[in-house]
């Protein structure tokens, strides 16, 4: 078993018990995060303000939880309401060096494949930056009013004005350690100093009493229809119940593979599954399933495969959305937020 398959099975192993060995790191790893977070709360290590509000849309855990398409669903409830968001990522699995602005149709070998997915979501300026500051600087130049920092939660060097923090609810924290023990990149108890917690799907995990009711909102991810992935069929729809009974290939390389898959079964769809690591740089050779059956893939995926696209390939956009009261009081409160501080 690869070392992270092997690692991900003992970070959301309901009995806890695997992985016990590596406790002593994840403790090591606490105490290398405690005190990083003690030095820029005793100002040891400064962050920095970019002039201009700063929402960070981040994980708690290692892998996949559904931010980016929250952060695209902010950044339109936020336009909608007068503001000019600017959307600011790491570029992860990009080579692009320094500060990048990022464009529809960029490659995301250099850009990387989130950042597209937000350039291409909505009328915004999206910039990649390894140093968020110096990204943030750069779409306030841009003419943003209002940053999105896709990712960044532990970036402490960029100031921000709200913290966001996106989880799985079908994975949640997994066994609540940190790395390399469990999935956690912080202490659980971070959950109890942010602003919101968004859980992305209805039941299984939930904040524990200390993270206030009134800051945790209830995501979904849906689907209805696939598109086309070769340039040469670009705008050709299909349903995604149209897939029902017949062979069906799903591709995913993305933090959480499953959820992809589980979403097609839902939709009635069997897939024939084919889970990759997150950010993979697809080749044609990781398609050729020898045989001409549909292949259903993330958008995450599908940007990646454009320039090699056959007619099998089908990309499956999902959208995020709340509750209509819900996620009308979390963009309110968002909104009176930031305009307090401008």
Not at 288 to 312: E, I, Q, W
Request: net charge positive.
């Amino acid at each position: 078993m690869p070392v992270q398959a092997w690692l991900e099975s003992a970070w959301y192993d309901p009995s806890g018990r695997r992985g016990a060995l590596l406790r002593p790191l994840g403790a090591l790893f606490g105490g290398v995060v405690g005190l990083r977070r003690a030095a820029f709360d005793r100002r040891l290590l400064r962050s920095g303000r970019a002039g201009l509000p700063v929402v960070v849309v981040g994980n708690l855990t290692v892998g996949g939880t559904g931010k980016t398409p929250f952060s695209i669903w902010l950044a339109r409830e936020l336009r909608a309401r007068g503001l000019v968001p600017g959307l600011l990522s790491r570029g992860y699995g990009g080579r692009a060096a320094g500060v990048r602005d990022v464009r529809a149709g960029d490659d995301p070998a250099v850009v990387g494949d989130e950042p597209l997915l937000l350039a291409a979501a909505g009328d915004w300026p999206v910039t990649v930056a390894a140093e968020r500051l110096a990204g943030a600087a750069r779409l306030r130049e841009r003419g943003a009013g209002i940053v999105i920092c896709d990712d960044g939660l532990q970036h402490y060097a960029l100031a921000r004005d709200l913290e966001i923090v996106v989880v799985d609810a079908a994975r949640g924290l997994g066994n609540g350690r940190l790395l390399p023990a469990g999935p956690l990149r912080e202490p659980a108890s971070r959950l109890e100093s942010v602003d919101f917690v968004v859980v992305n799907g209805e039941g299984g995990w939930r904040p524990g009493p200390a993270v206030a009711p009134g800051s945790v909102f209830t995501m979904r991810l849906d689907a209805a229809e696939a598109h086309a992935v070769a340039a040469a069929r670009a705008g050709e729809r299909r349903a995604l119940d149209s897939f029902r009974g017949a062979p069906v290939h799903a591709v995913a390389g993305i933090g959480h593979p499953a959820r992809f898959f589980a979403m097609l079964r839902a939709a009635g769809i069997e897939p024939i599954e084919h889970p990759f690591p997150d950010h993979h740089a697809f080749a044609p050779a990781d398609l050729a399933f020898g045989d001409m059956h549909p292949v259903l893939m993330t958008s995450k995926d599908a940007v990646k495969c454009r320039g090699f696209a056959d007619p099998r390939l089908w990309e499956l956009p999902v959208q995020a959305s709340l509750a209509p009261e819900s996620g009308r009081a979390l963009v309110e409160r968002i909104v009176s937020l930031v305009r307090a501080r401008l």
